[in-house]
DNA sequence: GGCTAATCGAGACGGTACGTCCCGTCTTTAG
DNA sequence: CTAAAGACGGGACGTACCGTCTCGATTAGCC
């Protein structure tokens, strides 16, 4: 029977007090100052920490901005994605909250802070998309569309998400304000309807 | 008309070859230790110059950058976008083509650093688009496919560059070698043939 | 005809002022906390001036405390060697002087700073014997003392400065407080009066 | 009555053997890295001991140090004073021999480091004495000399050990090479001959 | 030709943050 | 109660760059 022996180590345990209290000094100072002006020695003073003790869990500034996106801590989302039965409407309303939300300067200086963040550490990429709903809401609402024969069978769900995703990441980066008849076009391109317009 | 308005200036003019010292070595030091680790003090030892000489004509590292991006100093570019008359699969060949030069590490990291400096600032990620060739290459042929009604009418040209730029950069974030049908999957996506199967 | 070119190098000059600063917060840091105690963070702080001035100039800890002896920052000496034509009654009349300097306790420390220092840096041995005044006092003193023939021919003047230093050097660091008879009876040692009792 | 009297405490005793690795952790340290560079870290991690260990039974580093010298583990000697009669014979060759011991740069490094010590613990100066042999040899040596009417009969015996010891410590400190008159010339001035050169 | 003004190299400077080392204390498990 | 292990807040280290500045040297236009 598997007994879990958990071979427990000698010397004081880690400090989970010590850990939140940094990983939230990292997304205080990261949603004010941005990602390049996040010092760790900021971070170590805001959480009333000694520099060893990050140093000792993190390997890099980026790791701790990782954790702290895991952890929920950067972005607030979900950005709910509606469900009123027109899987195009639908998609149109949460894109334009989306750039409701990124005309906000501060909000695309975060995502630029994320872009740059990302940039460093690999993992912060892949979870970007968890991040902003882009794999999890968007891709189950598509895929439950699929089986509702609402769209093709063979639509590349992945792709479509890493379409949105990317145009929002340009988009931001160039910070050009949306103009109010994008969402409907990005959906007419990514969900184009068989029976619409030649 | 078209007076030299030019004031001359007294003293020494500008010297154009310490201007293209100091790109050539942003470029150099860009490409081989990436935008962070990328110094004002290195790119003046590199290029043989005083920093005064680069903080004189450049307001920012991230000007810099964009300075020899706009120069063609860093991305070889374009990427050839073929012409066999068929759209379609002329962009899954150009798509390849990117994915394959992401393929190589060192170009990714490439795009990543150029993504790093374009979250600095907003002049890059514009140009980010022409230096891959997604708006100048992309968008015209997209314009003639459409005068050729081999696109609809309506076809959202910018939107769907925005969106090859997008994954691109979205990819290349997440380290991810792309699978074989990627490219076919994603013109698939941006450009759904109405005949195709439902 | 030998004109001094004096090959000016380029470049904006040593800040004389700052090098001053930084010297006076040597001496002044190492009077009041001692030779540990003594960091460069700190001297940077008071003399108002970044840490990397200091390293420019000089090499180490022991570097400024040596240049800052040199200076006569640290010592305010010279003891005062009285003449009264009694060579014997001189000396022990200027070791009672330093020996009252040695009973307060912070100049005993200073002295022992100074000799943890010179215990770093050779060049601040050397410098202790001219700034007690154990090399240039004593040894002309005595020199002109043998001249007179109120001493030997063969007198060996360094060496008795250097048990002199000794004596003290050795005494500071076991904090023992001089009795009374301590000075003459060191005088009788090392000056020893052939005519005296057998 | 030589009664038991250490009450003996409850828990596990001391144990000699963390106790004696330390103390040649200290010693072996000290020897090769000098008293600056010498860490209680250092010592804990050559002794396979805990930090606190150390620190529940020494107070400072410099305790740890001058209870090896005590023990024995810092200086070899004692170095022979040799015994044929002519006291001022004996003494050349014993001083002789510390010079050449002082000779080699390593034992001169220690000299040093013993000093550095004694600068923050005048227990160690206490000690220094001992160690060289200055006190129990030198001291024993110069009484039976006045007793046998070899010297004068008030003769300062421990202004004279405080005297050699002095020099020694200062020439150390100056890292000057002795010439080969030294040692008599020494002994010249310590233990004058009245029957000498005028 | 002298004057003024600008550029350029070199590099000193005050400052910030880096990542590392070590301090002395505390907390845990083990004996 | 001792001991090994090691996490912790703290402080200083020596280094790398920042952006500004002060130099001497050079190069133009202007009187």
């Known amino acids: 029977m598997a007994v879990e022996t958990h071979e427990r180590r000698r010397g004081a345990p880690r400090n989970e007090a010590a850990r ?49 996106l895991i952890e929920g801590l950067l972005l ?12 195009r409407a639908d998609l149109v309303a949460w894109l334009e909250g989306l750039f409701v939300f990124l005309d906000d300067p501060r909000n695309n200086a975060l995502i630029c802070s994320l872009v740059a963040a990302a940039a460093e550490n690999p993992e912060i990429g892949l979870r970007l998309n968890d991040a902003l709903g882009a794999t999890t809401l968007l891709a189950e609402r598509l895929d439950a569309a699929v089986a509702a024969d609402d769209l ?16 929002l990441v340009v988009r931001a980066l160039q910070r050009t304000p949306a103009d109010p008849g994008l969402p409907a076009r990005l959906v007419r391109v990514l969900l184009r309807d068989p029976a619409g317009p030649r």
């Open 76 to 87: 607030t989302g979900p950005f709910d994605l509606p469900d009123t039965g027109d899987i």
């Open 152 to 167: 093709w069978r063979d639509t590349p769900v992945q792709e479509i998400g890493d379409a949105v995703l990317g145009v």
């Open 20 to 68: 939140l209290a940094i990983l939230r000094a990292t997304a205080s100072l990261f949603a004010t100052r941005g990602y390049d002006h996040l010092t760790i020695e900021g971070i170590a003073a805001e959480a009333g920490v000694a520099k060893q003790t990050i140093y000792r869990w993190w390997p890099s500034r980026s790791a701790l901005v990782a954790e702290a």
